[in-house]
T-cell receptor, first 117, second 114 residues
């Protein structure tokens, strides 16, 4: 079946602009995660949704970052007043709702490479 | 805060040799430890994971060991092949029960020379 998809694959914007990054999780996956990966680093947690609600947004770096998942499927990460330091690959992942066996594998999307000039 | 340390940052081995990557974590409540492989320009892909009620898990040429007392876990790749060349990330789950998130190490770039 189809994996996690993300659009756009690349986004170039100017400092101060607003951007939206989209994630389509695997059908039936209720948990959705956003990560940011800078060059030479591991993925850095941003926010986690369980269904429509943000279960943990402690990783969002500041109030310029916001994410929504209004219908419990597609999610959008929104960045206001972009800064050069926001340049990174933004990864989305999804997983099944944790079952009785505990946590489930997170499947990653291909990422969106954001470049802020 | 929660932290995952990963060593070494780079590792070069000859084809057929073994490779070992080690990670330590800070939160004794962590209960899930996945390992991801990321090829250049590609998405991270899970290769193996281990839960806190198990000390060792093996899948063909790949094995992971977990020492909860010492709070460290390791990835072992035997009979390495050139296609094993990639960046490997360890991660530890933080949070209460099934909630929470993964904290990743900084990665190990493995190069397997033919």
């Amino acid at each position: 079946g189809a994996g996690v998809s993300q659009t756009p694959s690349n986004k170039v914007t100017e400092k101060g602009k607003y951007v939206e990054l989209r994630c389509d999780p695997i059908s039936g996956h209720t948990a959705l995660y956003w990560y940011r990966q800078s060059l030479g680093q591991g993925p850095e947690f941003l926010i986690y949704f369980q269904g429509t609600g943000a279960a943990d947004d402690s990783g969002l770096p500041n109030d310029r970052f916001f994410a929504v998942r209004p219908e419990g499927s597609v999610s959008t990460l929104k960045i206001q007043r972009t800064e050069r330091g926001d340049s990174a690959v933004y990864l989305c992942a999804s997983s099944l709702i944790p079952g009785t066996s505990g946590l489930n594998e997170q499947f990653f999307g291909p990422g969106t490479r954001l470049t802020v000039l | 805060g929660e932290n995952v340390e990963q060593h070494p940052s780079t590792l070069s081995v000859q084809e057929g040799d073994s490779a070992v990557i080690k990670c330590t974590y800070s939160d004794s409540a962590s209960n899930y430890f996945p390992w991801y492989k990321q090829e250049l320009g590609k998405r991270p892909q899970l290769i193996i994971d281990i839960r806190s009620n198990v000390g060792e898990k093996k899948d063909q040429r790949i094995a992971v060991t977990l020492n909860k007392t010492a709070k460290h876990f390791s990835l072992h790749i035997t009979e390495t092949q050139p296609e094993d060349s990639a960046v490997y990330f360890c991660a530890a789950h933080y949070g209460r029960g099934s909630q929470g998130n993964l904290i990743f190490g900084k990665g190990t770039k493995l190069s397997v020379k033919p």
